[in-house]
């Protein structure tokens, strides 16, 4: 009998002490909640907005985990539309996630232009005038833009506009006078060009949103016809008079307000073209996913910033492995699926464990642990950056290429407080390596929480102990 009640005892403890410690884990994870989304970007603001497109940048000031920050940009633009001559105070690479444009840009003292395509990446570094026109017939264009503000005058980064709106183009801002000695023209030739008010940075560049000029000229009267075209004929007079004046200037918005899909690729030798990682040979790949990575090495025009690309896709239910970055930060977004990341601190406790979806922007520090895990009901994809242009080369702590792997003997084993067989059998169960299947911890799709598998577990778990107190209970008391 006393046998019983001390086994009644022992398991009433057992008991309390696994519900002391789920309230425990409950706790936490309400304590961590906080802290789930530490590593998100979510702060966002529209740096540029008109009816032709918005640009707008995502901001990280996180100075305290990062050895280098970074700011990723999204540009949408309208169909035939221009994003104005302009230049910034900070590198930017930019990716086209879809459609088509033309890329111009001062390489030395000539104008470049390049025709970049869904998958492309261009490097524009700090300080070289560019400008895009959005050419696809009919398309929407995404840009995803990576913005270094390393050399920026300020905590994000600083467009200088060349042409556009009086209120916000640099040239504008200069006196009628300083205008005119320098480009030693009439004031009323320099107010017609730096003195008129555009719609912003973000332009049409056709009159199919704005009444066009003949529409108007239809709607005046005989007189009013007639002294319209004296006008126009005097203002070609006057175009013909300034074609004789030469310079930089007029070569650029002769580009820019030209056809638009009438484009020449100069294939001077000194002069970058883009790269399409798109068409990228994966560096890794298995039957859960893979992994491509763009390095200096890989496209040089990457050491002028520093910083490194890399575009990853995970299959349904499969799991990067969790690995450290030894020589950058990354940066990614979410172009397809849905799924979970999850960051450790370097003492080994939970940064961040959150759900990531299309669109949703996350920063991993250097030398922090962590894995991403695409959900059962899809694939995760995903593109970023890294805040360096050499390789990365990560580095795994668990699977077939893992640093236990490689580490593998009596010290590892040791430090673990097991037997080294004991140890060779864990880091020997796993066949694969870098992208695993993890059907168990995917998630099973937005709104969805713990996997039914580890609920089934732990319901039955639970109930094996009731079972348990309860034979004893009925044993005392017979």
């Known amino acids: ?46 740096v540029v907005k008109t009816n032709a497109g918005e640009m707008r940048l995502f901001i990280n000031n996180d100075d305290k985990f990062l050895d280098r920050i970074m700011h990723i940009g999204l540009i949408n633009m309208e169909p035939r539309s221009l994003f104005v001559p302009q230049y910034l105070d900070s590198n930017m690479i930019i ?34 005038v560019f400008y895009l026109v959005n050419i696809g017939e009919g398309q929407r264009l995404h ?35 300083i205008l005119e000695t320098a480009f030693n023209e009439s004031r009323a030739k320099i107010q017609r060009i730096f003195k008129k008010k555009q719609d912003g940075p973000i332009v049409f560049i056709d009159d199919s949103h704005s009444p066009s000029l003949w529409t108007k000229f239809l709607q005046l009267k005989k007189q009013a016809k007639v002294q319209k075209l004296k006008t126009l004929v005097q203002s070609q007079d006057e175009d013909e008079e300034q074609k004789q004046t030469s310079w930089s200037w007029r070569k650029l918005m002769e580009s820019v307000l030209g056809k638009a899909n009438n484009i020449e690729n100069k294939d001077r030798a000194d002069s970058p073209d883009s790269y399409n990682l798109y068409d990228r040979k994966p560096d890794f790949r298995n039957a859960y996913g893979w992994s491509s990575t763009l390095d200096g090495g890989d496209y040089s025009p990457l050491k002028i910033p520093d910083i490194g690309v890399f575009h990853v896709n995970l299959t349904a239910g499969s799991m990067m492995a969790p690995h450290v970055n030894p020589r950058a930060s990354e940066y990614s977004i979410v172009l397809r699926g849905y799924g979970r990341v999850q960051i450790l601190f370097p003492n080994g406790s939970n940064a961040m464990e959150t759900e990531i ?22 694939p995760l994809e995903f ?25 593998l003997g009596p010290e590892l084993a040791a430090s673990f407080g097991v037997s080294e067989d004991t140890l060779r059998h864990v880091v020997d169960a796993q066949h694969d390596a870098v992208i695993l299947s993890s059907t168990w911890a ?21 109930k094996g102990i009731e079972d348990l107190v309860n034979d004893v209970v009925m044993d005392v008391f017979e």
């Open 1 to 46: 009998m006393m046998t019983k009640i001390t086994t009644l005892l022992f398991l009433l403890l057992l008991v309390g002490v696994t519900i002391t410690m789920s309230e425990d884990e409950e706790k936490s994870e309400g304590s961590s909640s906080s802290s789930s989304k530490l590593f998100l970007m979510e702060n966002s603001k529209s």
């Open 95 to 128: 990716f086209i996630r879809r459609g088509v444009a033309k890329l111009g840009f001062i390489y030395g003292d000539e104008l470049e232009e390049r025709r970049i395509q869904t998958g492309d990446i261009y490097v524009i570094p700090a300080g070289s």
């Open 143 to 177: 840009v995803i833009c990576s913005i270094d503000p390393s050399t920026s005058l300020g905590h994000t980064f600083q467009p200088f506009y060349i042409g556009g709106d009086n209120q916000q183009s640099i040239l504008g801002g200069f006196g009628p006078t």
């Open 357 to 378: 979806k299309v669109g949703d922007i996350f920063y991993i520090p250097r030398y922090f642990p962590f894995c991403q895990i695409a959900s059962r009901n899809g």
């Open 383 to 407: 593109i970023g950056f890294t805040t360096s242009s050499q390789k990365n080369n990560p580095q795994f702590l668990a699977g077939a290429a893992s640093l236990l792997k490689t580490l």
């Open 442 to 462: 995917a998630p099973g799709g937005p709104g969805g929480g713990r996997g039914k598998k580890e609920e089934d577990v732990l319901h039955v778990e639970t």
